[in-house]
């Protein structure tokens, strides 16, 4: 009962000071790679959609060591919103999809030359999604329709 006491307290003080009581909850969602060879996890931040990973590194002489991936380009903070991350049923894919529960609109993110990568957002009811990538989305050449590059 003392908990919840607290909690409420916490949650008053929060509501006077003119917070959202949303501060309380997590503010990261993770979720690991499909791809089932990869031991990578992605996490991105609830409210603004930045995009980073991290995975196990082996490094001789010890236990390991954890390489992380910090947001390149697209993968940062994106327009305030509600995002998450999906990641696909393909055994083989080491991206994940990002989300905007609020919007619908989704990019597909994933690990390039040390950074993490998002392509632009998209709706599927969108016609620009259904169209070739542009020349500036890394590891995708135009009208190719290649699958973008993973290390």
Do not use: K, W
Not at 39 to 52: K, L, M, P, Q
């Amino acid at each position: 009962m003392r908990l919840f006491g607290c909690a409420a307290f916490l949650s008053t003080a929060l509501a006077l000071a003119g917070l959202p009581s949303s501060v309380l909850a997590a503010s990261y969602d993770f979720v690991p790679a499909p791809q089932t060879d990869l031991n990578r996890i992605y996490r991105i931040d609830r409210v603004t959609g930045e995009v980073s990973s991290c995975q196990y590194g082996l490094q001789e002489g010890t236990i390991g060591v954890t390489l992380c991936f910090s947001p390149g380009e697209g993968a940062g903070a994106q327009q305030p919103g509600e995002y998450g991350l999906v990641a696909s049923r393909h055994e083989r894919e080491g991206g994940v999809f990002r989300v905007n529960y609020r919007t619908g609109d989704m990019s597909i993110c994933y690990v390039f030359d040390e950074r993490v990568v998002c392509t632009p957002q998209a709706r599927p009811s969108s016609a620009a999604s259904t169209m070739a990538p542009s020349a500036s989305t890394p590891g995708v050449s135009p009208g190719t329709g290649a699958s973008p590059q993973r290390p």
